[in-house]
C-alpha cells in the first residue's frame, strides 16, 4: 500500500523537474522547424533578440522568484523596477555607475525595510509589498513630474547592446552571469538550503536553527537590487525612463518562474529554473513577432502553459481524479445493476 503513494510522489518529481526544459526544448524546436509551417525562418539576428528580451526582463523574473521560493510574494519588484530605471537615468549622465550605485543603493533601503517589516511583524507580504508598489509608483510619478526621462548617454546604451559573440551582448552576459552566481549560492552551499527549508517549513526551519529572519530579510534585498539593477540596465539600453510601464513585465517575470518549476507554496524552486523559463518565454515572444501572431493566440497559448503547470503542480490531482472516477463508476453500478 504504501509503495504506490510513493511511486506517485516520484513520478511528480520527476515530471517536475523535466517539463521546464522540456517546454524550453519544445519552444526551440518550434523555431527551427519554422520554414517548414511558415515562409519565414529563425535567424541569428532573432536569437539575439530573444537574449535581449532576458536581459530587459530576466532580473525582474528572479527577484520575484527567490520571494516565491521562501514562500513569500513581492509584488513592489515593478515599483522598484520603475524607480531604478529613473534613478539610473537622473545621476548616471555622465557617469553610468553612479546611476546605478544609486539604483542599487535605492533597492537596498526599500528591500531591507520591506524585509525587516515583514520579519519582525509576521505581516503577509502581500498587503505589504502592494503598499509598497503603490508607493513607488507615485513616487516615479513625482521624480518624472509624469514624464519620460531621456537618457542622453548614448555611448552606454550602444555598448550594453552591442553584440558579443553573435548572438549575446554585454547586457545579457551580465544578467546570465548573476543567474550562475545565485544559482551556484542555492545549489552548492547551505545558504540555499536554507532558503528552501524556509519555504517548506518555516516553524520546522527556525527550530533547526536556520536563521529565518535574517534569509526572509536578505532575500526581500536581494529582491529588490535585483528589480532596480534590471531597471537601470533597461533604461540605459533604451535611454529613456518611464514611470509607469504597466503590468505586462510583472505578468511576463510570474509566468516565467511558474514555467521554471518554482512551487508557488514555497521551498522549491531555483535560478537554473528561472532562467529557463525566462529563455522559453523569450523565444516564444520571438516566435510570435516572427508570425505575427493575434493577441488572443498568445494569450491562450500563455495560459495553457500556466494551466500545465498548474495540472502538474497540484499535489494530490492523481489521487482526487482517481476517486472521482471511482464515484461515477460506481454511480453506474447502482444505475445499471447487472442482469440476474
Known amino acids: 500500500m504504501s509503495a504506490g503513494p510513493r511511486t506517485a510522489s516520484h513520478r511528480q518529481r520527476i ?159 551580465i544578467v546570465i552571469a548573476i543567474f550562475a552566481i545565485v544559482g551556484a549560492l542555492m545549489q552548492w552551499t547551505r545558504l540555499g538550503r536554507d532558503i528552501r527549508a524556509l519555504g517548506g517549513d518555516r516553524r520546522a526551519s527556525r527550530a533547526a536553527g536556520v536563521p529565518t529572519e535574517r534569509i526572509l530579510i536578505g532575500i526581500f534585498t536581494c529582491s529588490s537590487v535585483f528589480s532596480a539593477l534590471g531597471g537601470a540596465l533597461f533604461a540605459y539600453s533604451t535611454t529613456a525612463a518611464k514611470p509607469d510601464l504597466g503590468s505586462a513585465p510583472f505578468i511576463f517575470a510570474v509566468t516565467a518562474v511558474l514555467l521554471g518549476g518554482t512551487s508557488l507554496s514555497g521551498g522549491r524552486g531555483g535560478a537554473g529554473g528561472i532562467l529557463i523559463g525566462v529563455l522559453a518565454l523569450s523565444f516564444l515572444e520571438t516566435l510570435f513577432a516572427i508570425l505575427a501572431t493575434p493577441a488572443y493566440v498568445i494569450n491562450l497559448v500563455r495560459g495553457g502553459l500556466l494551466l500545465l503547470v498548474v495540472i502538474v503542480e497540484a499535489p494530490d490531482l492523481r489521487r482526487r481524479l482517481t476517486v472521482i472516477r471511482a464515484r461515477w463508476a460506481d454511480k453506474r453500478a447502482v444505475a445499471d445493476p447487472p442482469p440476474g
Open 15 to 173: 515530471l517536475r523537474a523535466v517539463l521546464p526544459p522540456a517546454i524550453l526544448a519544445a519552444v526551440v524546436i518550434g523555431m527551427l522547424a519554422l520554414p517548414l509551417y511558415s515562409d519565414a525562418s529563425m535567424t541569428v539576428f532573432g536569437v539575439y533578440n530573444s537574449f535581449q528580451n532576458l536581459s530587459t526582463l530576466g532580473l525582474l523574473a528572479l527577484a520575484v522568484g527567490l520571494t516565491i521560493i521562501i514562500g513569500e510574494f513581492d509584488l513592489s519588484t515593478l515599483g522598484m523596477y520603475a524607480l531604478g530605471g529613473i534613478l539610473a537615468v537622473k545621476f548616471g549622465e555622465s557617469e553610468p555607475l553612479l546611476g546605478i550605485a544609486a539604483a542599487v543603493l535605492s533597492g537596498v533601503l526599500v528591500g531591507f525595510l520591506q524585509g525587516f517589516i515583514i520579519a519582525k511583524s509576521g505581516i503577509s507580504s502581500v498587503p505589504l509589498t502592494l503598499g509598497g508598489y503603490i508607493s513607488l509608483l507615485g513616487l516615479c510619478h513625482i521624480a518624472t513630474d509624469e514624464k519620460t526621462l531621456a537618457y542622453g548617454n548614448y555611448d552606454i546604451g550602444l555598448w550594453l547592446d552591442s553584440g558579443v559573440a553573435v548572438i549575446f551582448s554585454p547586457r545579457s552576459l
